[in-house]
């Protein structure tokens, strides 16, 4: 699935610095829903809800990444601060105060919302990842019954939400929001686990580019977006049923590597470029997204060398507790693979 994950986040990046921002909606909460299949995955088959080996290794996959981008963005800024604020209004220095920078370095004070000063604009979805991994930890994973209720309560909340008519934001940026594709994807791990499904990939993904490709002609609100918008989460939710059995080899894992810092770096390649080709627009998407992956693959270069073989000695020894010592909960017969998050 490093291929599905790479389309999203370069979805993201387009979305951002072409200034068709909603299809980046639909990209972070397919990014969510895999996140909730492939966290469970790894919880139950690899950690066995071991607390420290699995936040040790979540804490080393994303925040050394995180913090090398948010240095690099914080000197771009000190370097160009005009153009930073005019390329990213939240980029504005005077805006920031003791508060904000410490927001920035901790990055979970972003769930408690009015942090508008971020120098990794999409940290604000990191922050709710976190979160949803301790839930995933603490309940949703642990039986698929309580996926199941946290699907129901995520449904719930969402039925609400547009049957009292409230905007879009409530129903994508919250906590309780995001449950919604987390607990999806933990249900998908629990069905898969039990039953091998075969559904046809290359239709399925063909339907989920094109509901992307719609999205971007259309404003996100009203009953349309509302259709999209959930549309997509099935989608995404079929191709992770389909894509689920099997191994497509080395690329695909190598765009899966990349995913993550695309979708860190784009802001802060869209802004060194911006002086040329402007603020927002479809030329500044496309002439960024080569610079994107060659800074991303940098950064990939630089984890390989430097974390991944602490990430890995951590995994291994937790898969070796676990087959000596496997926890109440029914065995996981799916072998972790390298090509899911570890």
């Known amino acids: 699935m490093g291929s599905l994950r790479f389309a999203l986040a370069v979805i993201v990046a387009v979305g951002?610095?072409?200034?068709?921002?909603?299809?980046?909606?639909?990209?972070?909460?397919?990014?969510?829903?895999?996140?909730?299949?492939?966290i469970t995955r790894a919880l139950n088959d690899v950690y066995h809800f071991r607390a420290?080996?699995?936040?040790?290794?979540?804490?080393?996959?994303?925040?050394p990444m995180y913090y090398a981008v948010l240095l690099l963005t914080l000197g771009a800024i000190l370097v160009w601060p005009n153009e930073a604020a005019s390329f990213k209004?939240?980029?504005?220095?005077?805006?920031?105060?003791?508060?904000?920078?410490?927001?920035?370095?901790?990055?979970?004070?972003?769930?408690?919302?009015?942090?508008?000063?971020?120098l990794v604009p999409p940290s604000w979805s990191l922050a709710v990842e976190l979160a949803q991994y301790a839930l995933l930890w603490l309940v949703i994973a642990r039986r698929q019954s309580f996926a199941l209720i946290a699907l129901l309560i995520a449904i719930a909340y969402h039925f609400r939400s547009l049957g009292v008519g409230e905007p879009f934001?409530?129903?994508?940026?919250p906590l309780l929001a995001a449950l919604l594709p987390f607990s999806v994807g933990a249900l998908?791990?629990?069905?898969?686990?039990?039953?091998?499904?075969?559904?046809?990939?290359?239709?399925?993904?063909?339907?989920?580019?094109?509901v992307v490709a719609i999205a971007v002609f259309v404003k996100p609100h009203g009953h349309l977006w509302d259709a999209i918008f959930y549309l997509n989460?099935?989608?995404?939710?079929?191709?992770?049923?389909?894509?689920?059995?099997?191994?497509?080899?080395?690329?695909?894992?190598?765009?899966?590597?990349?995913?993550?810092?695309?979708?860190?770096?784009?802001?802060?390649?869209?802004?060194?470029?911006?002086?040329?080709?402007?603020?927002?627009?479809?030329?500044?998407?496309?002439v960024s997204l080569p610079i994107i992956f060659c800074v991303s693959s940098l950064l990939v270069r630089g984890s390989n060398a430097l974390i991944e073989p602490l990430r890995d000695s951590i995994r291994l020894r937790a898969l070796r507790n676990g087959t000596t010592a496997p926890p109440p909960a029914a065995p996981a017969p799916l072998a972790a693979t390298a090509g899911q998050p570890r």
């Open 16 to 38: 951002h610095l072409a200034d068709t921002g909603q299809i980046g909606f639909l990209a972070v909460f397919g990014f969510y829903l895999l996140s909730g299949y492939l």
């Open 52 to 63: 420290l080996p699995f936040a040790a290794n979540r804490a080393l996959r994303l925040m």
């Open 89 to 118: 209004p939240e980029w504005d220095l005077n805006a920031a105060g003791h508060r904000e920078f410490w927001s920035n370095a901790l990055i979970v004070p972003y769930l408690t919302g009015g942090m508008q000063f971020r």
């Open 169 to 173: 934001g409530p129903r994508y940026t």
């Open 188 to 210: 998908l791990y629990f069905g898969l686990r039990e039953r091998r499904i075969s559904l046809p990939t290359w239709p399925i993904l063909a339907a989920w580019a094109s």
């Open 233 to 286: 989460l099935i989608l995404i939710a079929l191709c992770v049923v389909a894509l689920a059995p099997h191994d497509f080899g080395r690329l695909d894992r190598s765009l899966g590597e990349l995913s993550y810092p695309v979708f860190l770096v784009h802001w802060l390649v869209g802004l060194g470029l911006s002086g040329w080709l402007g603020n927002r627009s479809l030329g500044l998407a496309v």
